[in-house]
């Protein structure tokens, strides 16, 4: 099979959550291998070429934001012929689980991953934490996470009140400190938003000589959500294993969201917010001489009325 036959395409979206989990085992069994990793994990691996893409994604994410309701993985075997081996969770977990401790310790010992000429992990949120932490399995690997936790350790991340109830959770055996971890790959990408001041601290301790940290202002706390709506995963992680994703390559894939109604109304509530009547003005001109959007079109109304 090759990328432009496009053959390996499954359509899970009309599948209740129980057929749902048992087609996506049986496309493991058919194509590589499936494993179940305890109560609230799972593996399946998909072998077509040697780039392989490891995402950690939780099960809700895929059925939320794949409208095939598929692993991002799965994209990339039909569309590049790469390989996937998608790791998934029940919840956000952080895939902190000695299943899956074992699981990686015994890819490493079978040479699984020295398999590929180019290994990627990739994650969001926490299983952008998972992807940095597991890495360390796979030596010259590059990594992708967006807005990843470092660590929810309180005595480092005490500033962190979002995840309380993770406290209990050990972050300091296997697998444990991301930052730690991703220190010997290849190369390690943070996208965050610099304007969402937690996602930004953690990003911070994440800083590397093999660590670049891409800013992506005014997307706010669901980058995964924007960047799959505007289609640019795929070209991203392409970028990433074809180690040409520099600040100015990351630029340039992210103009399209000046077409992303959500980052632009963003944009304009920010600069409602500081004041900033002339940019707001400049704004809202920009966006109705391109696109029908009735709320842009109001506000420059009342930019542009004699008494404001």
């Known amino acids: 099979m090759t990328a432009q036959e496009n053959r390996f395409a499954p359509d899970l979206s009309a599948l209740s959550r129980s057929e749902w989990l048992t087609a996506l085992r049986r496309i493991g069994e058919d194509f590589g291998f499936a494993e179940s990793l305890g109560k609230k994990h799972a593996g399946i691996f998909v072998e077509e070429g040697d780039t392989l893409l490891v995402s950690f994604e939780s099960m809700g994410a895929i059925e ?103 406290r209990r959770q050990s972050f300091t055996d296997r697998y444990g400190y991301a930052p730690d971890m991703i220190e010997a790959a290849q190369q390690g990408y943070v996208l965050y938003d610099p304007r969402e001041r937690l996602d930004s601290m953690h990003a911070a301790l994440f800083a590397r000589p093999n660590v670049t940290r891409l800013r992506m202002p005014f997307m706010g706390t669901a980058l995964q959500a924007d960047l799959r709506a505007l289609d640019l995963l795929p070209s991203l992680l392409t970028a990433v294993a074809e180690d040409r994703l520099t600040t100015e390559t990351f630029a340039r894939v992210l103009r399209a ?44 109304a009342q930019l542009e009325a004699p008494d404001d």
């Open 64 to 166: 939320t934001l794949s409208d095939t309701r598929t692993p991002l993985g799965f994209d990339m075997v039909g569309t590049r012929g790469w390989s996937s081996l998608s790791l998934l969770s029940r919840g956000d977990t952080w895939f902190r689980d000695p299943e899956l401790y074992a699981f990686f310790d015994q890819l490493l010992d079978d040479g699984f991953f020295d398999e590929f000429e180019t290994v990627i992990f990739y994650g969001a949120g926490p299983a952008g934490y998972a992807a940095g932490a597991y890495s360390v399995a796979a030596p010259g690997a590059r990594v992708m996470m967006l807005q990843p936790q470092a660590t929810l350790d309180p005595r480092i991340t005490e500033w962190d009140d979002r995840f309380i109830e993770m």
């Open 257 to 300: 969201r000046r077409d992303h109604p959500p980052y632009l109304r963003r944009l304009l509530a920010r600069l409602d917010a500081e004041g900033r009547k002339g940019l707001a003005r400049r704004l809202c001109r920009n966006v109705v001489a391109r696109m029908e959007a009735p709320r842009f079109r109001r506000r420059l």
